[in-house]
Nanobody, 120 residues
């Protein structure tokens, strides 16, 4: 099982980026999927998590600005990030787990991450 993030980069505040997470597990096993981030010196922060009913839960800090989606045909999950702020600067990771609890802190699988840097 592999997860591979892409789409990170450097943008100015107010800009947008779309992250992708290519996975090899969508059709084989019904994993829960999530995005989380980690800034230097800070703990992991859950950004968006797909829950059992197909809906998504977002961190308060990104509500209204970030949108998570998935394309099962392409085995890919996306994170559309709009109106980016300097505090969004972090390494972004996708995670997968067969059960939902602790998907951020203890995923079954996670990618290598993609860096997002937002300048003011």
């Amino acid at each position: 099982v592999q997860l591979q993030e892409s789409g990170g980069g450097s943008v100015q505040a107010g800009g947008s980026l779309r992250l992708s997470c290519a996975a090899s597990i969508f059709t084989a096993t019904p994993y829960y999927m999530a995005w989380f981030r980690q800034a230097p010196g800070k703990e992991h922060e859950g950004v968006a998590t797909f829950e059992g009913d197909g809906g998504a839960v977002y961190a308060d800090s990104v509500k209204g600005r970030f949108t998570v989606s998935r394309d099962n045909a392409k085995n890919t999950m996306y994170l559309q990030m709009n109106n980016l702020k300097p505090e969004d600067t972090a390494m972004y990771y996708c995670a997968a787990k067969i059960t939902l609890p602790c998907i951020i802190t203890s995923p079954d699988f996670r990618g290598q991450g993609t860096q997002v840097t937002v300048s003011s």
